[in-house]
């Protein structure tokens, strides 16, 4: 996975701008990444842009994607331009992992991505990510963290049991690392 994922940062380079749309983030970069992860972006059977995720009487109301297995939505990709704070979409992500049935939602401005569950609180994602990956600053354990979303990997329990884990950890981190720090 490291391997794909370098290669995939590499081709960022390339493509990378300050101006670079949502939508032209979502398809140079963001699409590249779901098909590393081994999903056909062709098969709506796998991945539909533009899931239907209405919130209450809000209608119409759309995730950038949704993988699917055995046609029920196990992932949610929203996009940002590349580039975005990435902090200040975490709502609109909130709205929609809560009326759909996936336990993982990837906030995303296709160089960052944050990996959001409902650890916490069931059907009510978190509001940390218990994994961000950075594909400037990708290193081989991030790329191994990424391994059991692949298509041929991916098994709900074991993803959501290494969630509660790298949650934990950055937890004890959070609270003890400020008492590590000399004065």
Known sequence: ????????????DQVRSDELT??????????PFIRELGYDMFNPGEVIPEFTADVGIKKGEKVDYAILK??????????????ARLESYSSQLYRYFSVTNARIAILTDGVRYQFFSDLIEPNKLDSKPFLTINLDRLTQEQAERVT??????????SVIADAELLYAKSQIREH????????
């Open 176 to 183: 003890v690392a400020p008492d590590l720090r000399p004065d």
């Open 148 to 157: 059991p979303f692949t298509k041929d990997k991916f098994d709900l329990t």
């Open 22 to 31: 949502e939508e032209a983030t979502k398809t140079a970069m963001v699409l």
């Open 1 to 12: 996975m490291f391997e794909r994922l370098s290669s995939l940062a590499e081709r960022l």
């Open 70 to 83: 055995d046609g029920t939505p196990i992932i949610l990709f929203e996009c940002k331009p590349c580039g």
